[in-house]
């Protein structure tokens, strides 16, 4: 798959919820994956596929997703960008139990047809 | 000003119009721009403000545009991405006076106070 065709299938398993699939089917057991700012339980940058696959179980265990928009992919060479728009509520922590809306944008690199890199931008 | 203070500046410039004087205000001599696709008048890689400058004067006079929204800016690190949205009839070429939706993710890269890279991503 092109770089294209592999942000279509990211956008598709990410519209059905099924992130966790995209990672398995899209994602090379290499991957790098940079947020705009760490926390306890997630580094600021993680590597291997097994650390990202922890850090998507434990935000999805940890937040109630209420509803995701998902644009894109807007290519560039052998990357892509998408932009997310969530509505989530916190299950822990001070924000417990409140609505609260998520804008980013991920940037995401593609080699043989695999995502190797993943950045997300956001405000905190 | 740090990467968020610049974001800020950009994406209010933008929002006004103003993105002839976002260039002037924010960007550095030595701005490296990096298009999704090149095309005889905008090669996929430019460097320098008067050739950026240049380009972006050739597609004002070049596009006619309806509305602009602007979202963002979305940090991380030294760099933030903005997404756009834009209505617009090119004044030349195949599509000429056709109205045209263009949604594109710009990710911008900030040093010492200036952006010094720009990377747009989009579909063609």
Redesign the interface.
Known sequence: MNT?QVGDKLVEYCRKGKNMEAIDKLYSKDIVS???QGGPEMPAEMRGIDKIRGKNKWWYENNEVHSATV???????D???V?FHYEISPKTGPNRGKKTKM???G?YTVKDGKIVRE?????M
Chains 1, 2 share one sequence.
């Open positions: 294209k940079i947020e705009a644009e894109g992919p807007f290519p560039n060479n990357r892509f960008a932009k804008d980013e944008v940037v950045e997300f931008f956001y405000s």
